[in-house]
């Protein structure tokens, strides 16, 4: 079967419609699943490490955040791609546990890249030692918008934007199960983005999230229905 353009004059390509785009990207996942496949019939190793037994990876987990002026509880929500591109929102609390940490809480959602798992898979650069690739591959860059509640006032009351990195541990080396995040960033107030002026941590301030998290790798088709894991 011809995927994309392959084969087809420039003109013609130009006129493919977004059915044949989602067949294409429907066409790679599937090739990207059989080559581990093959690899797990054949017996040798396949170092996704259980990231490719699905489409998506939901992550679900909870921590703390070292903040200005002390520390705030965190929970966190992370839906990934193949493990490469995904969304991810964040609650921090620092009342709940009688901190004075400024702001008080702030919402953040966003979308976060993880460029190198994809790229050293296929080209064959795994190393086979699995926390390592693991720990590796969870290099991300994130972007969002957050939500921030200063002290006195409402919740969600300031808006703002969030720029950061995100490194993640597994403790028992497989893509499912229990890992330790570490996120850590600069977080700038709509305030502060429009005037320059930094006047306190509400309008400027790092953070460094710790989590607890369990990440589970499930088969969604959200690409196409009609694609399934090798089993």
């Given at each position: 079967m011809r995927w994309g353009c392959e084969g087809l004059p420039r003109h013609e390509c130009r006129g493919i419609k977004a059915p044949a785009k989602a067949r294409l990207a429907a066409g790679c996942l599937t090739a990207v699943l059989g080559m581990a496949g093959?690899?797990?019939?054949?017996?040798?190793?396949?170092?996704?490490?259980?990231?490719?037994?699905?489409?998506?990876?939901?992550?679900?987990?909870?921590?703390?955040?070292?903040?200005?002026?002390?520390?705030?509880?965190?929970?966190?929500?992370?839906?990934?791609?193949?493990?490469?591109?995904?969304?991810?929102?964040?609650?921090?609390?620092?009342?709940?546990?009688?901190?004075?940490?400024?702001?008080?809480?702030?919402?953040?959602?966003?979308?976060?890249?993880?460029?190198?798992?994809?790229?050293?898979?296929?080209?064959?650069?795994?190393?086979?030692?699995a926390r390592f690739d693991l720990v590796l591959d969870s290099l991300g860059l994130e972007l969002g918008a957050t939500f921030a509640q200063p002290a006195g006032t409402s919740f969600a009351s300031r808006a703002g934007l969030q720029a950061g990195l995100g490194l993640e541990v597994p403790i028992i080396a497989q893509a499912s199960g229990p890992w330790l995040g570490f996120h850590a960033g600069v977080r700038w107030s709509d305030t502060a983005l429009a005037s320059g002026v930094v006047s306190s941590a509400d309008d400027r301030s790092g953070f460094l999230a710790i989590t607890l998290a369990w990440h589970q790798v499930v088969v969604t088709h959200v690409v196409d229905e009609g694609d399934e894991a090798p089993r």
């Open positions: 093959v690899a797990r019939a054949q017996g040798r190793p396949e170092p996704s490490y259980g990231r490719l037994q699905g489409d998506l990876t939901l992550a679900a987990g909870l921590g703390g955040v070292v903040a200005a002026r002390g520390g705030r509880a965190e929970g966190e929500l992370r839906v990934r791609y193949l493990e490469t591109a995904g969304l991810f929102a964040t609650y921090e609390d620092g009342a709940l546990v009688g901190s004075a940490a400024e702001p008080t809480r702030v919402l953040t959602t966003g979308l976060e890249l993880r460029p190198l798992f994809l790229a050293r898979w296929l080209t064959g650069q795994e190393t086979r030692r």
